[in-house]
């Protein structure tokens, strides 16, 4: 023999392999460890008990041994499966086993047992039928401790194709099953908070309608999602600020935070609404980014609310408990938040300026109709020089251009955007005002178009009228000013409407206070505070001159009379 490196061997030497036997042992027990066995079953059962390097037997015996290896193989890759594996014989009796299998209960080795024999008989019963090999079959069951069980039956062939034993392996689908019956109620879910009852619906004004899909949103998140302590911030398009637009279980300090869409400097919910990706905080004791929220807060989860494809805010959760959210609840939770954005969207409270989705309007509208009536004007045209001397004819054809043209301008101006307030023209020429001549109004709005409106239709009717362009110096003015009645937006880059409101208060417990605001939007809930609190109105944008002046006479004390 040559020389081998033998040090590391283990060799298994089945005894009478061959006429040189002893010499083989001899050599190889100078160099490696070597076992030897009498007989076929002793070689075999060496092979389950220990790993051999080299096997050393005869040749006729070479095949048994090498599937024998193989079966001992097989059986420790089953053993160490997750999942239970059993072999059945034709009398529905368990023949092999693996570990996991002999962990279930009674219950489920006994239905594969009793399915097993099912299978024989109906084989039995096709055999001058069948045409192909038997194909596997599956079974469900559910246990006494409502585990979920998969079971794929498979029936196993001889080399006759006769079938001589039905595998089957048990599957625990329990975690797969919970979390399809979780992801089926968060479609529920959702589509109850989309789901708007039109009569419903027409009955409340737009802080009804957010009080309604708050009460939806509040009860799924808690009943369905387990969470307590939640808050959802609306991204404003033109400051980026988030803006809460309803919250459960966060103190005031917690809500009354300026947070706005960038990646630093503004908190996991301001990095959330930059990148449009979820974040888990485990610990935030230990993540600078993390901005206060509940009292005790240990974890919290945020992730971003979408609305085709577009980052409209962020839903963020707290716990008092430490990684209390994993990536189950990631899932779930970017689920629900997509029927959340919805939700919200429908009832326009993303889009919180009314001119600007009307612009979109009057441009898909002034789309679709500029091609056909520019047809119409260019064959007018070419008719009216093609019939000179018709006068009669020429006179009709430019009433139908005349048309075609008022046509185009009139829904260019029905979609055009709205100031804010509608009806201005028609109002501007009324006479002083009883109730409202000599009173001094305070007009407060970002707006410039809003601010400058509302304060010639009022000045109009006889009223001093005072403007501002933002909380902060409004405040400046209540101070140093009496008023009969505020006028203030909710949404202002600087002090809010609601601060307004308290200032007003403060100088004068009497003074009346009207909000107004866009389709409802309501940060900080501060209409609700504000109506409980002494609040006169709501004005919700657009609005009618009518509108906004009978809420002023209604909320202004009458005039005394002389």
């Avoid at 062939?157 to 329990?174: C, S």
Wanted: with cysteine.
């Amino acid at each position: 023999m040559g020389k081998v490196d033998t040090r590391l061997l283990s060799v298994l030497v089945v005894r009478k392999a061959c006429a040189e036997e002893a010499d083989v042992v001899r050599w190889f027990s100078d160099h490696a460890h070597v076992e030897v066995v009498d007989t076929l079953e002793d070689a075999r059962q060496a092979l389950g008990q220990e790993h051999f390097d080299i096997v050393v037997s005869n040749a006729r015996d070479f095949l048994p041994l090498h599937c024998a290896q193989l079966t001992q193989q097989a059986t420790a890759i089953l053993e160490t499966v997750s999942q239970g594996v059993t072999v059945v014989d034709p009398q529905g009796r368990l023949v092999w086993s693996n570990a996991r299998m002999h962990e279930y209960p009674p219950e489920v080795r006994e239905a594969v047992c009793r399915w097993s024999r099912e299978i024989f008989a109906s084989l039995k019963a096709d055999a001058t039928r069948r045409s192909s090999s038997p194909r596997e079959r599956r079974f469900w069951m559910t246990t006494a401790d409502k585990h979920h069980l998969e079971i794929t039956a498979t029936p196993v062939m001889d080399l006759d194709n006769r079938v001589t034993h039905v595998a089957a392996v048990v599957w625990d689908a329990t975690r797969a099953r919970r979390l399809q019956e979780h992801i089926d109620a968060i479609d529920r879910a959702g589509r109850e908070l989309v789901r708007l009852d039109a009569e419903q619906i027409a009955r409340l004004n737009p802080v009804g309608r957010l009080a309604l899909l708050e009460q939806k949103i509040v009860r799924s998140t808690r009943e369905l999602m387990h969470f307590d302590n939640f808050a959802i911030r609306v991204r404003d398009r033109r400051t980026g600020r988030l803006d809460l637009v309803l919250s459960a279980g966060m103190p005031p300090e917690a809500q009354n935070i300026d947070i706005y869409a960038e990646p630093e400097g503004n908190g996991i919910s301001g990095y959330v609404a930059a990148r449009g990706r979820s974040y888990i905080c485990p610990d935030v004791r230990k993540d600078p980014r993390y901005v206060g929220g509940i009292a005790n807060a240990r974890s919290s989860l945020t992730v971003p609310l979408r609305v085709h494809d577009q980052i409209v805010g962020i839903f963020n959760v707290e716990s008092d408990k430490p990684a209390a959210f994993g990536e189950d609840d990631r899932q779930f939770a970017e689920m629900f938040a997509r029927h959340v954005a919805v939700a919200l969207h429908i009832l326009n409270l993303l889009d919180s300026e009314r001119y600007t989705t009307t612009g979109k309007l009057a441009s898909n509208v002034m789309a679709e109709i500029t091609g056909p009536l520019n047809d119409i004007l260019t064959e007018t045209a070419n008719l009216i020089e093609d019939f000179i001397g018709y006068d009669e004819l020429r006179t009709r054809l430019g009433r139908i251009s005349d048309n075609a043209v008022q046509i185009r301008d009139s829904i260019k101006q029905v979609t055009a955007p709205q100031p804010g307030v509608i009806g201005v023209a028609s109002s501007r020429a009324r006479p002083c005002d009883p109730v409202l001549s000599g009173r001094t109004i305070l007009v407060v709005d970002d707006e410039e178009v809003i601010r400058e409106t509302v304060r010639d239709v009022l000045a109009s009717r006889g009223c001093r009228v005072l403007v501002a362009d933002d909380g902060a110096p409004a405040i400046d003015l209540i101070n140093e000013n009496h008023f009969d009645l505020v006028l203030s937006d909710i949404k202002m880059p600087g002090a809010s409407g609601y601060e307004v409101f308290a200032a007003a208060k403060d100088a004068d417990a009497q003074c009346p206070v009207i909000l107004m605001t866009g389709f409802g939007y309501d940060p900080n809930h501060s209409i609700i505070r504000a109506r409980q609190e002494g609040l006169a109105a709501v004005l919700f944008k657009p609005f009618k001159v009518d509108q906004l002046l009978s809420e002023i006479r209604n909320a202004l004390p009458a005039p005394a009379s002389h």
